[in-house]
């Protein structure tokens, strides 16, 4: 057989034999919790801006159903919903503190031409390009174009802002990467790797095991003579990644079948196997680059932790530029 990453016939299928789970039906909600945690149908107010039952319901239409799937009770499903109602009502309110702090400055302006961009590309990619479709999307949620050309504005500052907190966060000192390195070592464990090329010969032409061995043999003869594996590839093989040298990129040990990862990983940098003959062919495999089993070295993955704490830093300063917005803003909640 071939490797396991070059054919698409080995699935592992993960199902669970029928019946192995409780056949119980997703709890449902015994009346809607919105209705009656908001009973005038007012959740907010954020500045001049009023926060609706309907503006919560919209939101969280699409991820319900899902959660009354995933809920094992009808508690924990109420638990989760209040949950997700109240971080929607949030995230609607810091959206209003968020477009007024955009509207402060004058000089920000949204040209109409990146409105228009946008409102073209929702009709093509949630309404098909079919006006009927987004007419009766408004009519379900009682909005005008004029409403919905105000939201599509709206997200545009909200996004434009966020982006500005996220992209002015300092740079991570080298002192807070190396510490992270030594208290986080294990999550840098890296597996036996090697970066492949291979060719394969083919019984195309009703050629025996022995003639493909001896044609595989030349090819080596070739290659141990100067010429490059990846020449030598794009020339003989007849796998699907000829024409880019036989290349077939980084594969761990367990990537592969053992009469592949066996004399695979005996190699050094720049080797190549014997013919290894299948019952699909003969393949010769060549070790283009490799990774040792260990930790990696603090300098491979220093790009890697420099992003993973720029990233907290600015999801800290975030939360924290918005907490200000929260306090010098006018809310009530309901």
């Not at 794009?234 to 040298?245: L, V």
């Amino acid at each position: 057989m071939t490797p396991r990453c070059l054919i698409a016939l080995l699935l592992i299928l993960a199902a669970s034999p029928a019946g192995a789970r409780a056949q119980t039906a997703p709890p449902a909600p015994q009346a809607d919790s919105l209705n009656m945690r908001f009973a005038d149908g007012i959740v907010a107010i954020a500045e001049d801006t009023v926060i609706t039952v309907d503006d919560v319901r919209n939101k969280i239409a699409d991820l319900v159903p899902q959660m009354q799937r995933e809920a094992r009770s009808e508690a924990e499903f109420n638990k989760k919903l209040e949950h997700l109602q109240d971080s929607v009502i949030q995230d609607l309110i810091d959206r209003v503190l968020i477009v007024k702090e955009f509207n402060k400055d004058d000089k920000r302006h949204i040209p109409e031409a990146y409105v228009d961009t946008e409102i073209a590309q929702r009709l093509n990619e949630d309404f098909d390009n079919d006006r009927s479709k987004f007419l009766a999307y408004l009519r379900a949620r009682g909005k005008t174009i004029g409403d919905f050309r105000k939201d599509v504005a709206e997200d545009i500052m909200y996004d434009y802002m966020i982006f500005e907190q996220r992209k002015n966060q300092g740079t991570v000192s080298p002192v807070k990467i190396e510490q992270y390195y030594k208290e986080n070592k294990d999550q840098f464990y890296q597996e036996d790797s090697i970066e492949m090329r291979l060719i394969q010969l083919t019984h195309a032409n009703g050629e025996t095991d022995a003639q493909l061995v001896t044609q595989a043999g030349s090819i080596l003869g070739r290659f141990h003579s100067g010429e490059k594996f990846s020449d030598l590839a794009k020339e003989f093989s007849e796998d699907s990644r000829r024409s880019k040298g036989g290349d077939w990129g980084w594969h761990k040990r367990t990537d592969l079948l053992p009469e592949f990862s066996e004399p695979l990983f005996a190699l050094k940098k720049g080797e190549a196997t014997q013919p290894i003959v299948t019952p699909n062919g003969c393949f010769v495999l060549y070790v283009e680059n490799r990774k040792y089993a260990g930790i990696q070295p603090l300098d491979q993955v220093r790009p890697q932790i420099e992003q993973i704490l720029s990233q907290q830093m600015s999801t800290v300063a975030l939360e924290q530029w918005k907490e200000r917005l929260r306090r010098d803003g006018y809310v009530k909640h309901f």
